[in-house]
């Protein structure tokens, strides 16, 4: 029995890759529960696009918005989960096409405790174009790459070797996270606060929340040959706040926090 699962996709001003995101999601071989759009401040033609998914969708979406202030990526994504009704949740950006088995795959192997990193298949500019001209999804399938590839019996194999706890949690090496397709128990992400919302910017967020999530009795498993999704092609985001965000992490890892002040709840922890 599948858990009720909702998947919360950022955006911000790129609806057209949104619209190719929507498009994958509802076409999944599981259905999820939900489409929550965690939207971070988009133009009124975001708006309109996503009222039309809402108007002719038979899956549920709901549109999650707030003023645009800049880049507050961790905000958006908690006001997502506080809103979000199913007791599995996956996350998405708004510029990842997903494979018809992506939702399957993510429930699947979805534990309590633990948190699933799905693959990230990166398409180049060209293909990157080439689906946005033609407004076709299922264009990035297309593309050549041994991660592409869903081979269940290899997944279940590296998902039941390849994890991470704590003790591998240290200043000097980044798990290798990324927030763009990964999958958890909404109980366990309430556990520790939610995503920290004194990140301001890109950057250290997703290993944040992570080491937190580790710290307080998790696990990361990783789903390789499962879970695919495709990143359409992008210039990289600002590094401005990099240093500052990194301090955030780097305090988080000397002192083992496993949850935070500024989070789903406000409070004064520390």
């Keep these: 029995m599948y858990p009720k699962t909702s998947v919360i996709v950022t955006t911000y001003n790129q609806k057209e890759r949104l619209a190719l995101v929507l498009d994958s999601l509802l076409c999944q071989s599981v259905q999820p529960s939900e489409i929550l759009i965690a939207d971070d401040g988009s133009?009124?033609?975001t708006r309109a696009l996503i009222e039309q998914?809402?108007?002719s969708a038979s899956t549920k979406i709901l549109h999650v918005w707030q003023e645009d202030m800049g880049f507050r990526?961790?905000?958006?994504?908690n006001k997502a989960l506080q809103q979000a009704s199913g007791e599995y949740v996956i996350f998405l950006d708004g510029d990842m096409i997903v494979h018809r088995d992506f939702v399957r795959d993510h429930i699947t192997f979805a534990r309590q405790n633990v948190l699933l990193q799905g693959i990230r298949v990166l398409l180049d500019e060209e293909k990157t174009q080439a689906i946005l001209k033609k407004k076709d999804f299922s264009l990035a399938f297309q593309t050549f790459a041994l991660k592409a590839f869903r081979i269940l019996f290899l997944a279940h194999q590296i998902y039941q070797k390849k994890h991470y706890n704590k003790s591998h949690l240290n200043l000097t090496k980044f798990l290798p996270i990324r927030g763009c397709n990964m999958s958890f128990f909404k109980k366990d992400a309430e556990k520790i606060n939610g995503f920290n919302e004194d990140f301001r910017g890109w950057g250290r967020e997703d290993s944040e929340f992570?080491?937190?999530?580790l710290y307080a009795g998790g696990e990361v498993r990783y789903l390789k040959f499962a879970g695919i999704a495709y990143h359409l092609y992008h210039q990289e985001n600002s590094r401005d706040m990099l240093a500052q965000n990194h301090a955030i992490y780097e305090d988080c890892i000397k002192n083992g926090h496993t949850t935070c002040a500024n989070g789903l709840k406000k409070t004064n922890l520390f």
């Design 53 to 55: 998914y809402i108007a």
């Design 43 to 45: 133009r009124e033609d």
């Design 210 to 213: 992570v080491a937190r999530f």
């Design 73 to 77: 990526l961790s905000e958006i994504r």
